[in-house]
């Protein structure tokens, strides 16, 4: 996702061979995502962790 001020809410990335999330932009946040597995790791760039993600 690029671009400022973004939420990413309630969304499942398991197992993919990618990254969970990848993020470019400034106060971006994510809360309640499942993000498992992902080879690249759950979350790529600056975000803030809303809380209630699962990684």
Known sequence: MEGDFNL???NVSEGSGNSGIALS???????????RGNTGGAVI????????NIL
Not at 25 to 35: E, K, V
Not at 45 to 52: E, Q
């Open 25 to 35: 932009g400034t106060g971006n946040a994510y809360r309640n995502n499942m993000l």
């Open 8 to 10: 990413l809410d309630g």
């Open 45 to 52: 760039g600056v975000a803030t962790d809303a809380g209630g």
